[in-house]
């Protein structure tokens, strides 16, 4: 099992960053791929990205390709997301997931390929 916090989040304006840290302990982070994951109110969970076990390879959603950038340091035991161009549909809480593999692959857009989460970190974009 590992244990998944999130941290980074705040409130900013559209157009503006963040940088979403996720930080691992318990098991050889160098062992899981990790996702990012989002939910807004009222609606369902939804996959943001994800990245292989050393970083080798990454996929994002549509909806962010081209502004949100998965990347991790195993030597820390920690995966980041770079958001920029920040719009407000972008705002929710993000979670991190680990899931025990190297590769990623179709399977890593769905929640139940992840066996252990974060708590959440609210993420608010507004003028």
């Known amino acids: 099992q590992v244990q998944l916090v999130e941290s980074g989040g705040g409130s900013v304006q559209p157009g503006g960053s963040l940088r979403l840290s996720c930080a691992a302990s318990?098991?050889?982070?160098?062992?899981?791929?990790m996702g990012w994951f989002r939910q807004a109110p009222g609606k369902e969970r939804e996959f943001v990205g994800a990245?292989?076990?050393?970083?080798?390879?990454?996929k994002y959603a549509d909806s962010v390709k081209g502004r949100f950038t998965i990347s991790r340091d195993n030597t820390k035991s920690t995966v980041y997301l770079q958001m920029n161009s920040l719009k407000p549909e972008d705002a929710a809480v993000y979670y991190c997931a680990a899931r025990f593999g190297r590769l990623i692959d179709q399977a890593m857009g769905f929640m139940t390929s992840y066996t252990d989460w974060g708590q959440g970190t609210q993420v608010t974009v507004s003028s």
């Open positions: 990245i292989s076990s050393y970083g080798g390879s990454t």
């Open positions: 318990g098991r050889p982070f160098s062992s899981y791929t």
